[in-house]
């Protein structure tokens, strides 16, 4: 149930860019925000983007704003996070949830992520 599967990330050197995709298994995403969160190793997931069901709204935690975008093709049952300048301190596994706004929690259906890794 809400379970999300994330995909596209990489082995990337700082300053490129990936884009992952969160696709969603078998309910469509048009009623849900999606937000996208991170852990590194060691570190507590923190909350990276945000974006509101229909895409009106997003939002994105201080230290990736310029850099990432979020972006979601509803046709598709896809939300993006689109990552550019990347730094090595951007490496985690990324993971997207469904909300029920970007003002409510996840609803807790984590995938397994997608690991992203910036380095020389």
């Known amino acids: 149930q809400l379970q999300l599967v994330e995909s596209g990330g990489g082995l990337v050197q700082p300053g490129g860019s990936l884009r992952l995709s969160c696709a969603s298994s078998?309910?469509?995403?048009?009623?849900?925000?999606i937000g996208w969160f991170r852990q590194a190793p060691g570190k507590e997931r923190e909350g990276v983007s945000c974006i509101s069901s229909i895409g009106t709204y997003t939002n994105y935690t201080d230290s990736v704003k310029g850099r990432f975008t979020i972006s979601r093709d509803n046709a598709k049952n896809t939300v993006y996070l689109q990552m550019n300048s990347l730094k090595p301190e951007d490496t985690a596994v990324y993971y997207c949830a469904a909300q029920g706004s970007c003002s409510m929690p996840p609803y807790g259906y984590w995938g397994q992520g997608t690991q992203v890794t910036v380095s020389p």
């Open positions: 078998g309910f469509t995403l048009d009623y849900y925000a």
